[in-house]
């Protein structure tokens, strides 16, 4: 598809999330013709109807959704939009040309981007990066997955030096000239099997990212993983093996043997937030810049709620909202980086996760567990014959529960490792509750 669309045919926006929104609006400010189309109820949508009303934009919900589909010379596929759905498949079927939300926003970018993806620590990374750039002088916003969406920025790129954008597999699946001046790629772990049908399909999404680099570009890439030969010049980071041009040497990150950072003037913990921080730093070399004007902005950085977040301390022991763990990665991570005894609560909806291969950790680095959601069943059947399991119904119970079995000393870990849309909104929404618990009870 071409930068500029067909204005003799509308454009279809598949989904009424925020990516769909803002493609929406970016296509009607161009003078393009777009209807948003979305399977779900009238009544569900009726705010995002009328905001996108009063931008002169049509949105059919429900069945209406299917009608007229040959009047669309061409569809945007949001990136919460599983392509394998009826509405999309009827738009394939009928010969539409479907581009994704990431690749209409970066065909009208106007200055270069870094775009990160990663399992875990996207969110994190992406706003250290931002940070960077802006302290170092360099214009720069942060938007894609972390939100704002890509499309709701790029017209302003034109007066940026760089856009910070956080892709995710989702994003990635549907693109087709987008090329990164930088590409992160932080890891890669089992998530997400509730939309991919192996790991191996899960891989070939992400890896997308470096389709079209070319030997001008950069590729910042975690050592530990395997990834295909790539265009790009390339850094390697790695917290947990030698070698690397970016390693961890005590609690000093080190480029190529020289010290560049050391952890404990940051706000982050953990090897995890190291490798974080080793990516932003290698982004910055790439672009040329130098290391004192890296160190403030990195050490200023305050992390993000949700991410191994200490609430409080209270009778010796310390309560850590890790919320954001919606993978068996994070939660690996989250317990790798506490040197205390954990009573771990975790356990959230069934995304196909199989919690043996961190059993042994949580053997060895907690007293006791604390099991909720959909997932709780399983896992203590997974666990129980090494761990002390405690099931609970309610967060409420959980941390009451955890509390009674935790020692002074200790630290009570809500690190779920599934995502939390069993039992609450998002994982937002399940950090702040486990947060105002745990201020309630501790008051």
């Not at 040329?288 to 004007?293: I, K, M, Q, T």
Request: proline share 4%; charged share 20%.
């Amino acid at each position: 598809m071409n930068s500029t669309l067909n204005h003799s045919k509308k454009t279809a926006v598949l989904g009424a999330g925020e990516s769909g929104i803002a493609a929406a609006k970016l296509l009607a400010a161009e003078g393009v013709s777009v209807c948003v189309l979305d399977t779900a109820s009238a009544e569900s949508l009726a705010a995002r109807a009328a905001t996108l009303l009063a931008s002169g934009i049509d949105l059919r919900c429900g069945a209406d959704a299917f009608v007229g589909i040959e009047e669309y010379g061409a569809a945007i596929l949001s990136p919460g939009i599983d392509p394998k759905v009826p509405l999309v498949c009827a738009f394939q079927e009928a010969g539409v040309e479907i581009i994704g939300e990431l690749e209409l926003a970066f065909q009208r970018c106007r200055c270069p981007i870094v775009a990160i993806t990663g399992t875990n620590g996207k969110t994190t990374t992406t706003q250290l990066i931002d940070s960077m750039f802006n302290a170092a002088g360099v214009p720069s916003v942060a938007c894609g997955n972390i939100g704002p969406a890509f499309s709701a920025k790029v017209s302003g790129s034109d007066q940026l030096g760089v856009m910070a954008v956080e892709v995710s597999s989702f994003q990635l699946e549907t693109v087709l000239r987008f090329r990164p001046k930088v590409s992160v790629w932080l890891n890669f772990a089992p998530d997400h099997l509730d939309r991919y049908s192996s790991m191996e399909e899960y891989y070939a999404a992400k890896v997308r990212i470096f389709d079209n680099l070319t030997p001008d570009d950069w590729a910042v890439v975690n050592a530990r993983d395997m990834l295909p030969a790539l265009s790009a010049k390339t850094l390697r980071f790695s917290a947990y093996q030698p070698g690397a041009d970016f390693e961890l040497i005590g609690d000093v990150i080190c480029f190529r043997g020289t010290p560049v950072l050391e952890m404990s003037a940051t706000r982050l913990r953990g090897a995890h937030n190291a490798e974080n921080l080793m990516a932003a730093l290698a982004v910055g070399f790439a672009w040329g810049l130098e290391w004192d004007a890296l160190r403030d902005a990195l050490c200023d950085y305050r992390p993000l709620p949700h991410r191994c977040e200490l609430v409080t301390e209270w009778e010796g022991v310390a309560y850590v909202n890790d919320s954001k763990a919606t993978n068996l990665d994070a939660l690996e991570k989250a317990l790798h980086s506490e040197s205390r005894r954990v009573v771990l609560i975790a356990g959230g909806k069934d995304k196909g996760f199989e919690f043996e291969s961190v059993k042994s950790l949580v053997s060895e680095r907690c007293r006791a567990v604390v099991l909720i959601g959909e997932m709780a069943p399983r896992i203590e059947a997974i666990w129980a014959d090494c761990i002390p399991c405690h099931r609970s119904e309610s967060l409420l119970n959980a941390v009451d529960r955890a509390r009674e079995l935790s020692e002074p000393g200790d630290v009570v870990l809500f690190s779920p490792g599934t995502s939390s849309f069993d039992m609450f909104k998002n994982y937002a929404d399940r950090g702040n509750q486990f947060r105002n618990i745990v201020q309630s009870l501790s008051s």
